[in-house]
């Protein structure tokens, strides 16, 4: 199994900054496409970017792009979320995801954190 623990999160103005890790644990690291995804009071969970097992492949949500980026170091066993220019609208819960090979849905990641807030104010 893997085990994800986030860190990061914090309370920023619209318009900072922050970088989101994930640390996992376990053997095969390398094997899982790694996501994040984010979920605001009320809403479904959503979601933000993913990073295949080498690193080569990035998907990222429009609401996003270009104000995103994912990056993973396999070495290390972390997944990081660099979060530039953040509006009101990220204020969310984020979650670090373990999934299968090629996941591109929430029921194909297998392994979630506990997540981290998110809060960015006007």
């Known amino acids: 199994q893997v085990q994800l623990v986030e860190s990061g999160g914090g309370s920023v103005q619209a318009g900072g900054s922050l970088r989101l890790s994930c640390a996992a644990s376990?053997?095969?690291?390398?094997?899982?496409?790694m996501g994040w995804f984010r979920q605001a009071p009320g809403k479904e969970r959503e979601f933000v970017a993913g990073?295949?097992?080498?690193?080569?492949?990035?998907y990222y949500a429009d609401s996003v792009k270009g104000r995103i980026s994912i990056s993973r170091d396999n070495a290390k066993k972390t997944v990081d979320l660099q979060m530039n220019s953040l509006k009101p609208e990220d204020t969310a819960v984020y979650y670090c995801a373990a999934g299968r090979p090629g996941a591109s849905t929430l029921y194909e990641y297998d392994y979630w954190g506990q997540g981290t807030q998110v809060t960015v104010s006007s």
């Open positions: 990073i295949i097992g080498s690193g080569g492949d990035r």
């Open positions: 376990g053997r095969a690291f390398s094997y899982y496409t």
